[in-house]
Every structure is written in structure tokens, then in C-alpha cells.
């Protein structure tokens, strides 16, 4: 409770005496507490008591008064009871002053001569005396109106309307509202500081700026933070030249490329641009794009970009390999319980040889059987295919070109002694390898034999044609680079300690896969051994080179890419999902490897980083006899051989297809 105080100015310097008040002075104070919440110096129903130093109500200060000599209130707005009513700025009557007082006391009346309040925060309860005009003088008295600052005369409170619980409502003050600062209407003192702000110097101006940080409040700073970042949240792009804006969007990856997309119709437009996303496709090896393009106009028009159409669809493509759930295979049975020996797999045609002396073709898409190719008198080990064009050879120590349009065989092509164990077709020209130890080049058109190339000592085991030379493997050890027009052997590659059974040739290098566990890596011009990549434990049986990156599968169950100019091993696909018996076969892109293997499993792999993603295919019967002989596989779909050693395993195809579906 506070006590009642009077100031005097008798001297020069202030003297302030203080009393208690009384017990009725109590009282009236505990009711002015419960009628202004606390706040010193309000009474009820919109009046003030005289002692407020800068008290206000609503937006308008209620006194501005000095103090005489006596320390007595001069405010014109007191009357002679010392209460102060504030009406929109204007003075009340004092009829209209003695009429709302009037209607308070009715309220605070009871029949009983008194007025029960509800508790103040402090007190249970307060007993008001009826005399109320007499005291509210008398406790006025006690706490005259004081000088207000001239700083204060801005300071604004709201009173809003309060209901004292189930008792007395306080009536809403009427105020005039001072004027709020705007751009348009700005203090004259802001317009002074910012003159002088403007002929400091830059020191002066971000010292003025930490002083104005550290006095602000964090509403204030926060402000100031919504007001300054948009202005370093340009969109520079679109100020760009479009060919400037292109190069810089070019060193996006794809998939940021496509969230800059749904920035802004600017963005999009230029994320869009046609040179852009075959710059994409580039580096991401996509280089069918018209043919897709060309299905895509077929379908709708449209006008996104079209290598943006075939990069989505490869994302999609790459996706349905790695993730998505594999469809249902199509099953292809033929063959009976024979071994498929070879299989060639082009466009939608995929054709099958097999030691039953028959080759078979078929429709990748419907999985029907479109012919049978007899005519070979021994099992088919070897198999080229070129558009419609097919060549076998075979046991029985021919070769034989096919229509496989119609099944018809074209020509029969004699002079091999033994079984013709590999060929290689390039153009209109095939080489084929025999276990007579000599190689023969012959034109498919003619069916004429144009060379025969002598030289190795034992059985030919492996070929590879680029149009200008011939390389090939041999039994004896040996590696031979030929010149089929002369029929002069350039160079006899010498290392190996066993039997050679593959080899891979770009034009420049020559690798060769052996018995004796390594694989050497030549150069075809001078014939110089550059690399011996030594690691596998068995057989190297298969290999495919692409860009000098190498992907040799083993006996040994392992899978290993190397990079052949400098001889390093850059990955093994191995560990807990590696293959458990000899790998068969194996196919390679930019993306994946895929492995075959006697466990009868096809396994996907990255790669990039060598870790195993999925199998693709698990045969049943896996590890009890079931293999996988043989595997082929394009952008979109695989082709697998299967079947058995021991009847385990019915033979047959099964084509996986991770192509787009169409909706």
C-alpha cells in the first residue's frame, strides 16, 4: 500500500513530507487499486486521480500541469474534488462530471448502505463507506497532481474495457489519439538526423548504424532485418543476357536444374532451353535422342524440350533398374533341355543358338517364337547379327548366313577343317576363329572367303574385327594383330602362360583375359605389353572395354573394373552379395554392370562406386543345378539364358523389360 505524500517547494530544493494514510484512506485506495488494476493514479469510470505523474488514459495524456509555490495543482482540467474526466479532448460540463458519478455510486450501493467489490490482486475484499464524495476529496488531498515531463507528453497506454468478475463493467474512455509517424509524415526531428546522417562519412555512418543496432529493441531489429535482406535477394539471372544466364545454368546438375524451373516463369523458360538439356544429355551418355523424339511427336506434341524429354525419360528408365519393382519376366521356352550356347539380342529381335543344332528367333516385345533356323548338322557355338542378317557357325565346321525375316539360309560357308568356335562381324565382312587354328575372313553378301589367316599353333578361341585389323586369341598362348588384307601378321603378343579365352581391342588397345589368372593390357601398334592387371584367381571368361575402363567377371566369382591407362583396379564387386560360383557372363554401360553366373543369379551393380543394388534375376533352383549361361541386355530390357546340367532347370529365355510404361 502506498503512502500519502505532499510536496513543498519551500526552498530552492524539494521537500517532500509523507504520513500513513488513514484506515478509510485504505480503503479508498484498495478501490482505486481494484478499479485500475494496479495502476497508480486512476480512479473509476474514466477518471484520474490528481497525483498521476504523466498518467494517461487511452492516447491522451490527462495532465499537463505545474505546480505553484505551495506545491498545489493549477490543471484546469481538476475540480474542486480534485478527479479529472477526459472526454475526446473536450471538458466536460460539470453537470455531465456529477451525473457519471452519480451512476457509479448507484452501482457501488447495496441495500445494506454499502458496496461489496469483487478482491483486488492484493485484497480479499474492500468495504466501501457511503460518504463517498466527502472522501474522494479527502484522499485527492493526499496525493496532489504533480509537473509532468515534456517527455512524457508523448507516452501513450491503452485502457481498455474491463468487467470486474460478475460485478461492476468499466465504461470505455473516449480519447483523441496522437498522430502516428509515416513516411509521408515524418517527425521533424527524424528529417534533422537524417541531414546530418547524410554529411557523415561512411566510419561515421556504420558507427551511427551499431549505435541505432544496439539501442533497438528485437522487434525493432528484427524489422530491420525483413526491410534489408530482399534487398540482397535479386533475381540476377533474369538481369542476365539470356546466353550468359544459359552458362550459368549449365553448371547446375539436372536435378537442380528442374527445382530453378519452378522458381519463376523466367527461370522456367530458360531451364527449358533446348541447348542446355543436350548438353545434359552429352554428359550423360544419352545419344538416342531423335529416335525418341521422333516416338514422342508421334504421340503429342509438345513443348517441352525434347532433350529434356529423353533426359526424364533416361532418369525414369535409370530408375526403374535401381528401385522400382520388377515386372513379371516374359518366358521364352525353347530349346528343350539343350544348353543355349550363344544368344545375340538387337532392336526387338533376340536370336538363340544352342548345341540342339538349331537357332531360334524371337520378338523381345511379345515373347513368340518368329522362327526356327535349321540346317546345321552340329551344335551352334558361335552367332553374329546385324539388322536382319544372321551367321552361325557351328560343329560341323561351317558357316551359315540367315534372312531373319523369312529363316532362309543364304549361303553356307566352307573351309574350316574343326569347329568354328568364334566370329566377329563387322560390315559386310565376318572373321571367324576355328579350333583348326586359322582364322577366315569372308564377305556375307557372296558368301566368298576373302582371306585365310595362318599362324597361331593351336585352336582359335576368341576374335575381335574393327574393319582394318584382326586380333585374336589362341590355345597357344599367344596373341596375334593381323592384317586381313595382306594376311601378314603384324604382331605376335607374347606373356601369357595359358590359354588365351577373351580379348577386347578399341582400335588402340589390345586386352587379353587368361588361364593363367591376369589380363594384359598391349598396344596394337607397337605391340608392347603396358599394363599386366594381376587380382582374379581363376579364369578370366569375360570382359567388355568402354572408354578404357575394363570390367573383367571370373572364375572366381568376382567382377573388377580397371582403368587401363594406368593399370588400376577401381573397384571389385564383391562382399556378402557377391556371386557364390563362376561368373558366366556380363554386360556394361555408364551406369551399371550386370553379371551372370553358374548360381544362378543375375546381380545389377553401380558402376561408379562398385556396391551391389539388386538382383535382377534368382533362379529357384539356384545352387542345385539352375545357371544362368548367358545374358544380353540394352537400354531398356535384359535377356537371360537359364536352364540346367541335371534337369533342374527347364531351358528357356526370360526377357525383363524396365522400359517407361505407357498410360
Not at 259 to 284: G, I, P, V
Not at 475 to 492: A, F, G, I, Q, S
Request: negative net charge.
Amino acid at each position: 500500500m502506498a503512502a500519502s505524500c505532499s510536496s513543498a517547494n519551500a526552498s530552492s530544493n524539494d521537500k517532500t513530507e509523507c504520513t500513513s494514510p488513514s484506515p478509510t484512506e485504505t480503503v479508498c485506495l484498495e478501490l482505486l487499486d481494484t478499479l485500475t488494476d494496479g495502476k497508480e493514479g486512476a480512479g473509476p469510470s474514466g477518471v484520474v486521480c490528481g497525483d498521476s505523474e504523466g498518467s494517461v488514459v487511452g492516447d491522451k495524456c490527462l495532465l499537463d500541469t505545474e505546480e505553484g509555490d505551495d506545491g498545489s495543482c493549477h490543471a484546469e482540467e481538476c475540480d474542486e474534488e480534485g478527479w479529472v474526466e477526459v472526454d475526446d479532448g473536450a471538458e466536460g460540463s460539470a453537470g455531465e462530471e456529477e451525473e457519471e458519478e452519480d451512476k457509479l455510486l448507484d452501482k457501488l450501493q447495496s441495500s445494506e448502505g454499502t458496496a461489496v467489490l469483487p478482491s483486488a490482486a492484493d485484497s480479499a475484499s474492500a468495504i466501501i463507506p457511503r460518504p463517498w464524495r466527502k472522501r474522494k476529496l479527502e484522499v485527492q488531498n493526499g496525493f496532489p497532481c504533480k509537473k509532468l515531463f515534456p517527455e512524457d507528453k508523448t507516452a501513450i497506454l491503452s485502457l481498455k474495457k474491463k468487467t470486474l468478475e460478475g460485478c461492476i463493467p468499466l465504461e470505455k474512455v473516449k480519447v483523441q489519439r496522437s498522430v502516428i509517424p509515416s513516411k509521408d509524415n515524418p517527425p521533424p526531428e527524424m528529417n534533422d538526423w537524417l541531414y546530418q546522417f547524410k554529411r557523415w562519412s561512411n566510419a561515421e555512418r556504420l558507427l551511427a548504424i551499431d549505435q541505432l543496432i544496439e539501442t533497438c529493441e528485437p522487434t525493432q531489429v528484427r524489422h530491420m532485418m525483413q526491410v534489408i535482406e530482399p534487398q540482397f535477394q535479386r533475381d540476377f539471372i533474369s538481369l542476365l543476357p539470356k546466353e550468359l544466364a544459359l552458362y550459368v545454368l549449365s553448371f547446375l546438375e539436372p536435378r537442380d536444374l528442374l527445382r530453378a524451373a519452378q522458381t519463376c516463369r523466367n527461370w522456367r523458360f530458360l531451364a527449358e532451353d533446348n541447348l542446355l538439356w543436350r548438353e545434359k544429355c552429352r554428359e550423360a551418355g544419352i545419344d538416342e535422342v531423335r529416335e525418341t523424339v521422333h516416338r514422342r511427336r508421334q504421340r503429342a506434341p509438345s513443348v517441352t524440350s525434347p532433350w529434356k524429354a529423353a533426359f526424364m525419360r533416361q532418369h525414369t528408365i535409370e530408375m526403374n533398374w535401381r528401385i522400382k519393382p520388377i515386372r513379371p519376366p516374359k518366358v521364352l521356352k525353347g530349346h528343350d533341355d539343350h544348353v543355349i550356347t550363344c544368344l545375340q539380342f538387337s532392336g526387338n529381335r533376340i536370336v538363340s543358338g544352342s548345341d540342339d543344332n538349331t537357332l531360334k528367333v524371337w520378338s523381345a516385345s511379345t515373347g513368340k517364337c518368329l522362327r526356327t533356323l535349321v540346317g546345321h548338322t552340329g551344335g551352334v557355338w558361335s552367332s553374329q547379327m546385324s539388322g536382319s542378317i544372321i551367321i552361325s557357325g557351328s560343329t560341323d565346321r561351317t558357316l551359315k548366313v540367315w534372312n531373319a525375316e523369312s529363316g532362309h539360309c543364304l549361303h553356307t560357308l566352307y573351309g574350316h577343317t574343326s569347329t568354328v568356335r568364334c566370329m566377329h562381324l563387322h560390315g559386310k565382312k565376318v572373321v571367324s576363329g576355328s579350333r583348326d587354328a586359322t582364322l577366315r575372313v569372308w564377305n556375307i553378301e557372296s558368301g566368298e572367303c576373302l582371306h585365310v589367316l595362318v599362324g597361331h599353333l593351336a585352336a582359335v578361341r576368341c576374335v575381335q574385327y574393327d574393319g582394318r585389323l584382326v586380333v585374336s586369341g589362341a590355345y597357344d598362348y599367344m596373341v596375334k594383330v593381323w592384317n586381313p588384307e595382306r594376311e601378314e601378321c603384324l604382331h605376335t603378343l607374347q606373356g601369357h602362360t595359358n590359354r588365351v579365352y577373351s580379348l577386347q581391342f578399341d582400335g588402340v588397345h589390345v586386352v587379353s583375359g587368361s588361364l593363367d589368372t591376369s589380363i594384359r593390357v598391349w598396344e596394337v601398334e607397337t605391340g608392347a605389353c603396358r599394363h599386366t592387371l594381376m587380382g582374379h584367381q581363376s579364369l578370366t571368361s569375360g570382359m567388355e572395354l568402354r572408354n578404357n575402363i575394363l570390367v573383367s567377371g571370373n572364375a572366381d566369382s568376382t567382377v573388377k573394373v580397371w582403368d587401363i591407362v594406368t593399370g588400376q583396379c577401381l573397384q571389385t564387386l564383391s562382399g556378402p552379395n557377391k556371386h557364390q560360383s563362376a561368373v558366366t557372363c556380363l554386360q556394361f554401360n555408364n551406369r551399371f554392370v550386370i553379371t551372370s553366373s553358374d548360381d544362378g543369379t543375375v546381380k545389377l551393380w553401380d558402376v561408379r562406386t562398385g556396391e551391389f543394388i539388386r538382383n535382377l534375376v534368382a533362379l529357384d533352383s539356384g545352387g542345385s543345378g539352375g545357371v544362368v549361361w548367358r545374358i544380353r541386355a540394352n537400354e531398356t530390357k535384359l535377356v537371360c539364358a537359364v536352364g540346367s546340367r541335371n534337369g533342374t532347370e527347364e531351358t528357356k529365355l526370360l526377357v525383363l523389360d524396365f522400359d517407361v510404361e505407357n498410360k
